[in-house]
């Protein structure tokens, strides 16, 4: 038997391929509820995810799953209105003349922040696409060092400090110029005239989780069972321990492992250290009766409890959520010690709800229909200088023993950004491996 540790996406894809395969496949889930960081609320219409999610243009495998699972119809690519709260105002930045228009960048500014994101590089006035091209070349280079060296110092201070403080809070310094480059490419498409293209399944990626439970076999997926131990004895895996609520251990023979969660967990099994750094995420659901603004996804660079306000429903139609209007306020946590994370949900809602009305003074409070918050300590690598040393790698056998596999956020398809797609991808990529 192959037991997979973890039963988010990249668990459920590696269980659905190996199984396609005609293997014998085991997933143990700790939680009740398989998804992991992609599951989901209900609402008075379709599921919403607890953490916001939209695919981008350059992800083809999660098209091509849900394709193969018979969700490829229902994919759908729609545009995700972008903004930049600065000085009490919403300032669109979808068309080139809503960034021309954008008052807090100079139009030099402006002319380098485009050829960067064309991937031009015009220092010495001589533009080249050579540069840009191997952005793991940048990997060691810090990122202000970077952008005030290949932008402008208006760029760095007016469009991307805000940016990087809302992403990695007082983590921003030590992240690569790498990974900004990356993330410059991994962002898709644009329509001119209208903005950026993103995707969406119809009915939530709740949708994609159930057609991959079904395809496993609800009999194959063991949820509420943590997987306590794993034995490693002259150098191959070979049981596998796990542990239920209110119930004894018990001891799996295993022919291999996938190990589909973070990289503490691979380290409490295996003793394989990583030492990629993880950031939290407190992220909260609010249901309103009016929407608040026109706009999917609002970036704040003034002062805020939250780093963007998420307005799902300017990207899907309120329609199927039965008329809800559905705003995510998020932050990211670097220290577990911080007053905010320790807060209640109770408070942290009335802190965004504090926030908003800070930034909407016509913001009325009457219009939440309800709020629900989650948050996990582990839901974002800090991408630093250095990183791609730290990733690890899919197959573990010379690290650990034969049989080992890994394919948690800790891999290399979740670079640039993680994804589900680069969950997606680590799945495939273990499967790939034990196949052979
Ligand atoms: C705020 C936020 C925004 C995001 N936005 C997007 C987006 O716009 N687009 C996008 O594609 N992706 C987005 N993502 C990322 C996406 O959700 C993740 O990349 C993806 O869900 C990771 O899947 P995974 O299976 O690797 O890990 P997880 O979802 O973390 O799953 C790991 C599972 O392992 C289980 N587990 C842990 N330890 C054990 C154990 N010992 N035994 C058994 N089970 C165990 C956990 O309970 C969990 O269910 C976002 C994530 C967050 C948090």
């Known amino acids: 038997m192959i037991g997979v540790v973890g039963g988010g996406i990249a668990g459920l894809t590696a269980a659905h391929r190996l199984q396609k395969q005609g293997y014998d496949v085991t997933v143990f889930e700790a939680s009740e509820q398989v998804g992991g960081l992609a599951a989901v609320y209900e609402t008075a219409g379709d599921p919403i995810e607890k953490f916001y999610h939209h695919l981008s ?57 485009g050829m960067l994101v064309l991937g031009i590089d015009v220092r010495g006035g001589r533009p080249t696409r050579k540069t840009y091209e191997e952005f793991t070349d940048f990997d060691d280079v810090p990122i202000k060092q970077f952008l ?41 498409e644009r329509d001119i005239l209208r903005g950026e293209i993103l995707g969406y399944l119809d009915g939530g990626f709740g949708r994609l989780l159930d057609a991959l439970v079904d395809s496993v076999g609800q009999e194959n997926i063991q949820t509420g069972t943590r997987v306590t131990g794993l034995d490693v004895p002259d150098g191959a895996v070979e049981t596998l321990t796990t542990q ?14 996938v190990v589909a969660a973070m990289p503490n967990v691979l380290e409490q099994l295996t003793g394989y250290p990583c030492d990629i750094e993880f950031q939290g995420t407190i992220c909260s659901v609010l249901s309103l009766s009016e929407p608040l603004t026109d706009t999917y996804w609002v970036n704040i ?9 998420i307005e799902h429903t300017n990207f899907v139609p309120t329609e199927r959520y039965g008329g809800e209007h559905l705003l ?28 908003i009305e800070e930034l909407f003074p016509e913001f009325n409070r009457d219009t939440v229909n309800w709020i629900q918050t989650a948050r996990n300590p582990r839901t974002a690598p800090v991408y630093e200088r250095g990183y791609l040393d730290m990733v690890v790698p899919y197959d573990l056998s010379e690290a650990v023993g034969d049989g080992l596999y890994y394919a948690g956020m800790a891999s290399r398809a979740q670079y640039p950004e993680r994804s589900l797609n680069g969950g997606i991808v680590a799945g495939y990529e273990c499967a790939a491996r034990i196949a052979e």
């Open 148 to 188: 005030l060296e290949h932008t402008s110092k208006g760029v760095f201070q007016n469009f991307f400090l805000p940016l990087l403080e809302a992403k990695f809070g007082n983590r921003w310094e030590d992240v690569s110029a790498a990974w900004l480059l990356g993330r410059v490419q991994f962002r898709g």
């Open 328 to 355: 995510y306020v998020a932050r990211y946590i670097q220290d577990l010690d911080s007053e905010l994370w320790n807060e209640t949900d109770e408070a942290v809602e009335q802190r965004w709800l504090n926030g």
């Open 301 to 309: 660079a003034d002062d805020a409890p939250f780093g963007a306000l």
């Open 244 to 257: 239920q609520k209110n119930s004894g251990e018990t001891q799996h023979d295993v022919d291999d492992v």
């Open 57 to 113: 243009k350059s992800e083809e495998t999660i098209v091509e799953l849900a394709e193969e699972i018979g969700l490829g119809e229902d994919i759908e690519w729609r545009i995700g209105k972008n903004a930049y709260y600065a000085d009490g105002t919403v300032h669109p930045m979808d068309t080139p003349w809503q960034i021309l228009a954008y008052p807090h960048l100079s139009l030099y500014d402006k002319f380098r922040l």
